[in-house]
């Protein structure tokens, strides 16, 4: 018996200093490292490594920048030039393998694509920050799709006072890209942070923001889900097939039920990325005396020859109708670089030809968060007006 007991106390001391292991475990090198003139080092501690390099959206499209081993252990690489103001993310190729910087605990998924994350701090990038304002909730609501026989979840932005106050507030419906889901805009898009800023600048409304999953096989994010730890892909049956937005007004009957919304077209907007992008467009025209602002952030813009869905159908005639509805902003962004950039000027031109007003914003870069961001950031403050 005694050397039972001395056994399994030998077991739980092992594994104390185990877990004080883990605790105190101490990052083995400075890495990411801003300097006063906005320059960045990256350091590896991989003394076995042949080669490394490192990856990220503060270089050009596909670039690679190559480190440098500086001793017998650490590999480092410092920007030539001062990054502007931004949230950038990065990781590590050693030897053709991606790696996750085991020095920076900051990290974010993108569908498959885990990254870490460091921020240049100045005017820009002052939105994406937890500032000294008041702030708002998010939370996460499962409501049930008749259409999709499911429980289905959003995430939920109210403004601060929201749970004080008897107020209405007029409601942005804002829809991630392929293989995303209802976290997207809350964590990689920072949504949350840029709406208490903005809000308590006095440059946008208060207002709800519902953060939808536009994925009809997905109830959930991944991994919040009935299925499971199962493995992201972008590659799901039922993104552009009509039946997300064929249910999607039952998403605003449940907001105007569980939520003090103004319901009503001219206090409700409609915007996403890239397939949230299509999905607004779709949507908006779908129903146009629901939503008074649409919002194409490097949307997929093709809008004939679809044959998926009768959602899909007399998609001219019915863009037609709803600019003869009037929409208060019809806001289409692009990057230069994007891929749906010709794609967006064919559906430009279709909205000239007719005389459709809109806006346009041409920026740089690609399909990438940055410039998602940033386009959220400028689309807010023209809300609700």
Request: glycine share 6%; charged share 25%; net charge neutral.
């Amino acid at each position: 018996m005694k050397k039972v007991l001395l056994t399994v106390c030998a077991v739980c001391f092992a594994l104390q200093v185990s877990s004080q292991e883990n605790l105190w475990w101490k990052t083995p090198v400075n890495s990411p490292e801003v300097h006063k003139d906005n320059t960045v080092t990256f350091r590896l501690k991989a003394p076995n490594a042949s080669s490394v390099e490192v990856v990220g959206d503060f270089l050009s499209k596909n670039e690679k920048a190559e480190m440098k081993k500086v001793d017998n252990d650490v590999w480092e690489y410092t920007t030539p030039k001062s990054l502007n103001p931004e949230l950038y993310s990065y990781s590590f190729m050693m030897d053709g393998v991606k790696i996750s910087d085991p020095s920076n605990v900051f990290m974010s998924r993108d569908v498959v694509t885990i990254s870490n994350l460091f921020m240049i701090d100045g005017k820009e990038s002052e939105l994406y920050k937890v500032q000294n304002v008041p702030h708002g909730s998010l939370c996460k609501v499962w409501y049930h799709s008749d259409k999709h026989n499911a429980d289905r979840r959003i995430t939920v932005y109210t403004p601060a006072g929201y749970e004080t106050n008897n107020q209405r507030y007029p409601v942005l419906y804002l829809l991630h890209g392929m293989g995303g889901d209802e976290d997207s805009w809350s964590t990689l898009g920072r949504a949350a942070q840029i709406l208490d800023n903005l809000i308590a600048q006095g440059k946008a409304k208060p207002m709800i923001v519902v953060m939808t999953n536009g994925n009809s096989d997905l109830q959930a994010a991944w991994g919040e889900s009935p299925t499971g730890y199962v493995t992201p892909t972008i590659e799901l049956p039922k993104t552009t097939d009509g039946s997300f937005e064929d249910a999607f007004p039952e998403v605003v009957t449940f907001v105007d039920k569980a939520y003090r919304t103004i319901a009503k077209k001219e206090s409700r907007a409609i915007a996403g990325l890239s397939m949230g992008g299509f999905h607004s467009m779709q949507i908006s025209k779908e129903y146009p005396t629901q939503f008074n602002y649409i919002g194409l952030f490097s949307a997929s813009a093709r809008f004939k020859g679809r044959k998926e869905s009768h959602i899909y159908e007399n998609c001219e005639e019915k863009i037609k109708k709803q600019f003869s509805q009037k929409p208060a902003l019809y806001w289409i962004a692009i990057g230069k670089e994007d891929f749906l950039y010709e794609e967006n000027q064919k559906f430009r031109s279709f909205l000239d030809a007719n005389g459709f007003s809109y806006t346009y914003v041409e920026s740089e870069g690609g399909h990438i968060w940055k410039n998602w961001r940033n386009y959220l950031c400028q689309f807010l403050p023209l809300l609700f007006k």
